[in-house]
């Protein structure tokens, strides 16, 4: 296919056809009149071979190739619109624009809670919002990349995207405080025997892979997609999570739980920042991860 001789300006027609399945709202939605609109969805149509808008009574729905398209084109526009905002030079006093970061609860905790409070002081025009990180990010890494600005996920997890790394963490073990069956420490018999509790696909993490090596299966009895929601479902059982240090000081005052160090030398973990290289060498984003690096440094300090 030869780009040079697509229309871009189709991109943003298919996106709001797709959005709207209504060619006259999709009109009002990007500013075209109804037939200037019925004219690019008939470019679109001859450019696929397929109707991608079919219509069923008054009604109109996606065909199977519409459909496919519909998260595509959403993700080429944002592309699209990313690559056409880059910036030579970002004045960050005066500047006004929004940064999308993917992070778990935990990240934004530990580090966007303090990214926030620095971006408030040193650029009051520019906004953070903060995604939760999709259970695809490991199998779908670039088109994620490519849709927002950032991913805060430590090494080990994804690789082959450039970086800026923040700071260190490791891993510790949350028991209830008064467990029948533990009392000041944890052995490798009980991570086998005992029901756990897991953050969605903790399995992604270094530090579980290890047990693994060691001939050690977690019986997951509760998967949840929340960090903070561990020591609550610890609370008050046999079961057992492993979380990471800084946030479980932050949380276990609220519930009653005990912190306790693995039966085995976990790996750290080493949080980082990841970007698509689309980013890499635009001047909005070359602040961020600066600001992001002297951020990881403050906390990796406390």
């Not at 944002?78 to 940064?99: C, I, K, N, W, Y």
């Not at 005052?253 to 698509?276: D, S, T």
């Amino acid at each position: 296919m030869n780009l040079a001789r697509l229309d871009l300006n189709l991109v943003v027609a298919l996106r709001a056809l797709l959005e709207e399945r209504n060619v006259t709202k999709a009109g009002q939605r990007v500013g075209l009149s109804q037939p200037a609109m019925s004219a690019a969805l008939g470019r679109l149509r001859r450019h696929f071979g397929d109707e991608l808008l079919s219509r069923v009574g008054s009604q109109y729905e996606l065909t199977a190739l519409g459909q496919v398209l519909l998260d595509r084109t959403a993700t080429a526009y944002d592309v699209l619109e990313r690559l056409f905002t880059s910036q030579a030079a970002f004045d960050p006093a005066t500047e006004t624009r929004e940064f999308r970061l993917v992070a778990s609860d935990y990240a934004v905790d530990v580090f966007g809670v303090e990214l926030a409070r620095v971006i408030h002081d040193e650029a009051p025009g520019i906004r953070l919002r903060f995604t939760r990180t999709p259970l695809t990010v490991v199998d779908d890494t670039a088109s994620l990349l490519s849709a927002t600005d950032g991913l805060l996920m430590p090494h080990g997890v994804i690789s082959d995207f450039p970086a800026t790394d923040l700071y260190d963490d490791r891993w510790v073990f949350v028991v209830a405080d008064d467990h029948p069956s533990i009392e000041d420490r944890l052995t490798r018999q009980d991570l086998a025997r005992l029901p756990w509790v897991t953050y969605q696909r903790t399995y992604d993490a270094p530090a579980v892979r290890q047990l693994g090596m060691l001939g050690i299966e977690p019986r997951v009895e509760v998967s949840v997609d929340s960090f903070h929601a561990l020591p609550a479902l610890v609370a008050g059982t046999r079961r057992i999570a492993l979380v990471q240090a800084r946030l479980a000081r932050l949380m276990a005052p609220l519930a009653p739980v005990r912190l306790l160090e693995p039966p085995y030398e976990a790996v750290p973990l080493r949080e980082a920042l990841w970007w698509h290289p689309v980013h890499t060498h635009d001047a909005a984003h070359i602040w961020l991860r600066e600001t992001a690096a002297r951020v990881g440094r403050r906390i990796a300090d406390t």
